[in-house]
């Protein structure tokens, strides 16, 4: 698990039941945001996100793909000839929960 957590009970188990549910391989990572900071900068994913918001609310802006199928090995910070055309919004959401 990312930033050095691993088996956090309540994770697992929330991770197991989605995979249970989908059928698939699941790997769950967990990230805060503090107010208006931004976790990240603008970059792509090369594995399908679902994101459940826990708590507060987040502004999602996502940008119509420019690496099409990327595989697990594919990272957006060593590709930046992929970086997202920021004119380009697909999506633009707030989740609250």
């Keep these: ?13 929330f991770s197991q039941e989605i995979a249970q549910f989908t059928g698939c ?38 940008h119509a793909p420019r690496f099409k199928n990327p595989l697990f090995m594919h990272r957006s910070k060593d590709m930046p000839e992929y970086d997202p055309n920021l004119d380009d919004v697909y999506m633009d959401i707030v989740l609250e929960a």
Aim: charged share 20%.
């Design 1 to 13: 698990m990312a930033n050095g957590i691993v088996n956090e009970p309540s994770v697992d188990v």
């Design 25 to 62: 391989h699941i790997f769950s990572s967990l990230y805060i945001a503090f107010n208006t900071q931004r976790s990240f900068k603008s970059h792509w994913d090369s594995r399908d996100i679902f994101v459940v918001q826990m708590q507060g609310k987040k502004r999602w802006i996502i």
